[in-house]
């Protein structure tokens, strides 16, 4: 299993430009999520799905838009960037409901971006 | 509402003396707790968690955590620091059932020779 797998890993952006952050998981989670990483804030919940063709809102979910159309792969839409979105972006999967104790949220690596 | 203070934004220790990272939380329902460990350009690593089990939970790599209802707490504990742990660590919740995760700002732990 490749995992949680993010791309680009690096990404520079113009104010104004669009783009979209690849997400792909091959565990067959049901549950997907977006992070963003700021320094000194943590890691703070953008959009997340909890199943295909189910997506909901997180805690900054502003200027991002998602859409969850097969099991595997969650991409993350940056209409129009803003420097404000410069941050590390992080996706995640898991099976089911955090609460079990047999389930445990996956990472990606991680794709860090730049808007100038 | 949920959320989640971690006390110190930043620990120093010497290598062999115990670490103590200290995590508050605040949940309307039950929570589901999270320590995970983040090393320098790396992506995030479970430590451990406590799901309504038992309130010791032991973790990898020698980290365990303790959870505190009466005093709404979640430390996270080494007895003995090793130069690898240096790294930022990261207290989360997650309401029992539900989904969304609140993250901690953080704490980084220092290491020191």
């Known amino acids: 299993n490749a995992g949680v797998t993010q791309t680009p890993k690096f990404q520079v952006l113009k104010t104004g430009q669009s783009m979209t952050l690849q997400c792909a998981q091959d565990m067959n989670h049901e549950y997907m999520s977006w992070y963003r990483q700021d320094p000194g804030m943590g890691l703070r919940l953008i959009h997340y799905s909890v199943g295909a063709g189910i997506t909901d809102q997180g805690e900054v979910p502003n200027g991002y838009n998602v859409s969850r159309s097969t099991t595997e792969d969650f991409p993350l839409r940056l209409l129009s960037a803003a420097p404000s979105q410069t941050s590390v972006y992080f996706c995640?999967?898991?099976?089911?409901?955090?609460?079990?104790?047999?389930?445990?949220?996956?990472f990606g690596p991680g794709t860090r971006l730049t808007v100038l | 509402a949920q959320s989640v203070t971690q006390l110190d934004s930043h620990v120093s220790v010497s290598e062999g003396t115990p670490v103590l990272l200290r995590c508050n939380y605040s949940?309307?329902?039950?929570?589901?707790l999270f320590w995970y460990v983040q090393h320098p350009n790396k992506g995030l690593q479970l430590l451990l968690k406590?799901?309504?089990?038992?309130?010791l939970v032991k973790g990898i790599n020698g980290f365990e955590a303790e959870f505190k209802k009466s005093e709404t707490s979640f430390h996270l504990t080494k007895p003995s620091a090793h130069m690898s742990d240096a790294a930022e660590y990261f207290c989360v919740v997650s309401e029992t059932g539900g989904f969304k995760t609140i993250f901690g700002a953080g704490t980084r732990l220092f290491v020191k020779a």
């Open positions: 406590y799901t309504s089990a038992a309130t």
């Open positions: 995640a999967s898991n099976r089911k409901g955090l609460a079990s104790s047999t389930d445990t949220q996956y």
């Open positions: 949940s309307s329902y039950s929570p589901s």
